[in-house]
Nanobody, 126 residues
Framework: QVQLVESGGGLVQAGGSLRLSCAAS????????MGWFRQAPGKEREFVAA????????RYADSVKGRFTVSRDNAKNTVSLQMNSLKPEDAAVYYC???????????????????WGQGTQVTVSS
C-alpha cells in the first residue's frame, strides 16, 4: 500500500511560481513511476508530468513544457513539481500518483497509476 500526500499548493499571481511536493509512505519508493495530474472544476483530470523510477526520464503535457519541471528524491521518498510562469488556466487541484508497473517510459494516462494522493489546490489570479 502506498500513501501519497501532496503539499505546496496555494494562491499565486499569474506569472508567479509554486513548488508542489508529494511525500510517499512506502518502503521502496524507487520502484514507482511517479506522475502529476490536475483537475479543474468542470473538467476531466489531465496529465501534467511524470518521471521514471531513476529520475532519468521525464514527460510533460504540451501545455506545461518549458514552464514546469518534475523531479524526485528517492532517498527522501518525494517527488516535486516546480511550476513557473503560472497562468490562470493552470489553476486546479493537483494530484500526485504512483505507478508500480514495469514500464520504462512514464505513462501519461491516469489509468496507469494505481495510487493517488488527496490533491492540493493551486489558484492563479490574473
Amino acid at each position: 500500500q502506498v500513501q501519497l500526500v501532496e503539499s505546496g499548493g496555494g494562491l499565486v499571481q499569474a506569472g508567479g511560481s509554486l513548488r508542489l511536493s508529494c511525500a510517499a509512505s512506502v518502503r521502496t519508493f524507487s520502484v514507482y513511476v511517479m506522475g502529476w495530474f490536475r483537475q479543474a472544476p468542470g473538467k476531466e483530470r489531465e496529465f501534467v508530468a511524470a518521471i521514471s523510477r531513476s529520475g532519468g526520464t521525464t514527460r510533460y503535457a504540451d501545455s506545461v513544457k518549458g514552464r514546469f519541471t518534475v523531479s524526485r528524491d528517492n532517498a527522501k521518498n518525494t517527488v516535486s513539481l516546480q511550476m513557473n510562469s503560472l497562468k490562470p488556466e493552470d489553476a486546479a487541484v493537483y494530484y500526485c500518483a504512483a505507478d508500480r508497473s514495469i514500464r520504462t517510459y512514464p505513462s501519461g494516462g491516469s489509468m496507469a497509476y494505481e495510487y493517488w494522493g488527496q490533491g492540493t489546490q493551486v489558484t492563479v489570479s490574473s
